[in-house]
């Protein structure tokens, strides 16, 4: 397309599918092959030696639970204390000792991550292994109380050899730089990573013992394997965030909030019982990308090999596969009050103030607001990003709107997202900068498409007089430019089968209204009787100069 638009502010929470797994149906979880399911799942929060998570541990408690409503009797969890090199080595070995043809081994391992020098000189380009920390790892006394790449790929070698396919999924990270910097008006932010200097790193290395990792492990790359479906959190030079999910009392790990999900039957989007690497690998990266505010882009493989997308990862039994309902039940007529904290003022800066659609309350720390003010900035700052600038006290109400309305977006669309991203990347751009919005996957669909700026406005963007649908390309693009108000910019996407005139025809009532409040009802009428339709999330971030 060659039209060009300019987007305003927009703050843009943590975007999470958020689903009540209550709901869930107990569906089984299936070897692609016909075998049997076996698991280990490993989370760490508490390192008395290094900074403390606040997720792992819930990452692995949900994902046990998903199992054992999945069926999985053959489940080993270990967390905090439980984690250290010798139960987890002793767990994997005893794991693929007992695993036999056709059967389907999920490992899982949430917590801190770091590197250390290669084991084999020459196997990596960076001269790195990746390793996984656990429990008792002590920096200072170099204790190697952890796991190294190689050893793992040595396991995975051992697994897929016998036949036996893997998901292995780690939610860790092992250092770089930041895809953009966190705003400490929106509390600390915890990431998964533990950097170690090169000396502390290569005396911890040289410690282990144990490895039974042939030369050969080293040099292997996850895209070589057949039978092992990998995702992990980050590459290897972006850090890990622990991300908020409304609805659960501590930080998580995105990628295994979505794991856990597809398991529940959220990623079977064919509705047939086959869960495909295509269908979860897109279902995973735009669910993470949308619960991290587009800081966290996961890493799955393998992709490049032909056919290797189609490859099944696991199987249910068809008439399960629907394992969530998809209505709009979820949406509240009495909205909780969206928690905001204040900076530089206090809560008489807001006398008068009411609210729009969504009431609020003020909270006094700033790690337990979904939403913060700078009185004396007269800025708002959601999730580590300021989103919206010259925001007085009356017109604060409408931007705790759109908090309210982009998290309710959020548990209505969460049964099929419709992937949508920024390009070129999710870092954050400056004025004159050219960006792309692109939906994927809309051939043959009708779509609306709309932003939520972060003043709460209601901005109407596709589709115009002239515009085509349904869709006879595969992606849809739209360019546009980084110029004045800056902050962010969220993109909803909704697509469907069937024509949208009546939501295209109701949004578009709001285009230049502070009505976010509005528009969930709006989602949650077309979910309630369009099966098709789709949902999804892309956020942009800018600024004036660097």
Known sequence: MSKHVSFQLIASVALAFVVNTASAIARPLLAPAGGQTRALVVGIDNYPHLRPLKGAVADANDLVDTLKRAGVSDLIRLVDREATRKSVVSAIEQLVARAKNGDLVLIAIAGHGTRVPERVKGSKPDGRDEAYLLYDFNPHLKTPDMIIGPEMKRWLSQLEARGIDVLFVVDSCFGGGMTRSWDPRSGDMTYRDAALDAAMAAATAANLAGVTALPA????????????????????????????????????????????????????????????????????????????????????????????????????????????????????????????????????????????????????????????????????????????????????????????????LAKVGATSPQPIEILPDNKRHYRGKNVIVRAARVR??????????????????????????????????????????????????????QRLDELAAAIARLNGRLAAGLIPQQIAKLLQRDPSARVGFASLFTALAP
Do not use: C
């Not at 199987?315 to 909205?335: K, L």
């Not at 609020?360 to 700033?366: A, K, L, N, R």
């Not at 109407?460 to 992606?475: H, K, S, W």
């Open 444 to 497: 043959n669909k009708h779509a609306v498409i709309f932003n939520i700026a972060g003043n709460g406005e209601v901005q109407f963007l596709f589709p115009m007089t002239g515009d085509r649908l349904p869709f006879e390309q595969v992606d849809w693009s739209l360019p546009t430019y980084v110029k004045e108000p800056y902050g962010a910019d969220t993109v909803i996407a909704v697509t469907s089968d």
């Open 217 to 408: 492990d080293s040099f292997r790359d996850e895209s070589t394997f057949k039978r092992v479906t990998f995702l992990a959190a980050v590459d290897k030079n972006t850090p890990s965030p622990e991300v908020h999910i409304p609805g659960h009392p501590t930080r998580r790990g995105a990628l295994s909030y979505a794991v856990a999900r597809a398991i529940d039957g959220i990623s079977d989007g064919s509705r047939n019982g086959m869960v495909t690497r295509n269908a979860l690998f897109s279902y995973a990266r735009q669910t993470v990308l949308q619960f991290s505010n587009n800081r966290q882009l996961i890493v799955t493989e393998p992709i490049s090999a032909p056919g290797s997308l189609d490859a099944v990862v696991w199987r249910t039994d068809a008439g399960t596969a629907a394992s969530i309902t998809q209505t709009g039940s979820e949406i509240e007529a009495n909205p909780k009050p969206v928690r905001l904290a204040i900076v530089n003022g206090n809560s008489s800066d807001l006398d008068g103030s009411k609210p729009l659609f969504t009431p609020f309350t003020i909270v006094s720390d700033i790690s337990n607001a979904d939403l913060t003010w700078d009185a004396r900035a007269l800025e708002t700052i959601v999730a580590g990003d300021v989103v919206a600038q010259k925001i007085g006290p009356n017109e604060i109400s409408a931007v705790v709107d759109r908090v309210w309305a982009i998290s309710e």
